[in-house]
């Protein structure tokens, strides 16, 4: 709601100096127009100058009456003073009272920012940050990781797929183990760049050296790029002409940054980009909080989890969470989920509690079968 009054005050501002601008440009370009015929007249003319100045300046005085500009630059004023009051009480400058002082490693956090961008293809600002924090090594670690992925993706910008090729057949059997179809998915924009050459022979014959090893799992993909075969010559007016969208070719380029990612064991997502888009949505309730218990920071820096509960959008959610259905709290490190025989899961402590910590056996609270704490194995989300 904040937001929305914050983008409001914009738009006024915004609108007040359209307005502002569209009369004063308006404006001017009458003054020059008259400023234009004056000359001409004085100098075609034998009369005295001076009484054409005159006559400038009177009509000078009726196109733009001073008045009416500064009118119009004074609403300007008023709107652009308020907006910074406006911004500053929603975005408030101070938010040292929504953070805790934590020592942080520079090293570590010198490391995350060159990986940002490594991942965003700055190589040259990534070395620098390193060799001003003088840690090489992990410069020269990140920049290999990533810079063959860069190099595949600046080729695909030029709608050159073998480096992408040569990447997904070294790791074919990879990329199967993980269920994917990179590979086909970049036969198929290669065959498809072949045909829209004009040369049907040879894109059959690219679809059948690389398409029969998919055969057995793609089969009507496959049928499909084969029809596209009967309109070589005219592909853009085919039943199959949103195979030539550029969105397909976006599509598999980020499903092979995915891919690359995965089997580099990181995350597709820089975790600096993560960690600062949840901070941002995390911050408004916090500072609203600790603005209201402004006598609770000390409170608020030694307690070990958040003074109120804070939602975060789905994509910020990366780990299950099991509440136990007998004790109603959270797991923890130390409060773990544990299976039953049964197939029940409570928490350790729930177990504990009900076992006498393993002294005995006990029935599970949603089934009449006896439960040993021995048979209990610990859950991993």
Same mark, same amino acid.
């Given at each position: 709601m904040e937001f929305n009054s914050l983008k409001d005050s914009f738009e006024r501002v915004a609108k007040k100096q359209k307005v502002s601008y569209s009369k004063t440009h308006k404006v001017a370009d009458l003054i020059v127009q008259e400023i234009d015929k004056a000359i001409q007249m004085v100098q075609s003319s034998t009369l005295e100058y001076k009484s054409k100045l005159a006559e400038l300046k009177k009509k000078l005085q009726e196109v733009s009456p001073l008045s009416q500009l500064e009118g119009?630059?004074?609403?300007?004023?008023?709107?652009l003073s308020k907006y910074p009051k406006a911004l500053e009480k929603v975005l408030n400058p101070d938010i040292s009272k929504a953070y805790r002082n934590i020592e942080f490693d520079s090293r570590v956090v010198n490391q995350i920012i060159a990986c940002h961008f490594y991942r965003q293809g700055l190589f040259e600002i990534g070395d620098c940050l390193i060799a001003e924090a003088q840690d090489v090594e992990a410069a020269a670690t990140m920049k290999l990781l990533f810079q063959e992925l860069h190099q595949i993706l600046e080729a695909m910008k030029s709608w050159n797929l073998k480096p992408a090729l040569k990447w997904a057949a070294a790791n074919s059997d990879k990329l199967k183990e993980n269920g994917s179809d990179l590979h086909l998915r970049l036969h198929h924009l290669q065959f498809l760049k072949i045909l829209q050459k004009g040369s049907r022979d040879e894109a059959l014959k690219y679809a059948r050296t690389n398409f029969v090893s998919f055969a057995g799992n793609h089969m009507a993909e496959i049928q499909k790029l084969m029809g596209c075969l009967l309109y070589s010559d005219r592909l853009h007016e085919s039943p199959y002409a949103h195979l030539l969208s550029s969105t397909n070719w976006d599509t598999v380029t980020e499903k092979l940054t995915r891919q690359f990612c995965n089997l580099l064991g990181k995350s597709y997502e820089s975790p600096l980009s993560v960690a600062i888009a949840a901070g941002i949505q995390s911050l408004p309730p916090l500072l609203k909080f600790m603005t209201v218990m402004a006598g609770k920071k000390h409170e608020w820096q030694t307690t070990k989890q958040l003074p109120v509960p804070i939602e975060l959008d789905k994509?910020? !959610?990366?780990?299950?969470?099991f509440v136990c259905p007998v004790s109603k709290e959270q797991s923890t490190d130390d409060n773990p989920p544990m299976m039953l025989s049964c197939g029940h899961v409570l928490c350790k402590q729930s177990i504990n509690k009900m076992s006498k910590n393993g002294?005995?056996?006990?029935?599970?609270?949603?089934?009449?079968?006896?439960?040993?704490?021995?048979?209990?194995? !610990?859950?991993?989300?």
């Open positions: 119009t630059q004074k609403e300007l004023n008023i709107a994509e910020f !959610q990366f780990h299950s969470i002294s005995k056996s006990f029935k599970c609270p949603y089934c009449p079968t006896g439960i040993n704490l021995t048979q209990c194995r !610990q859950l991993m989300f």
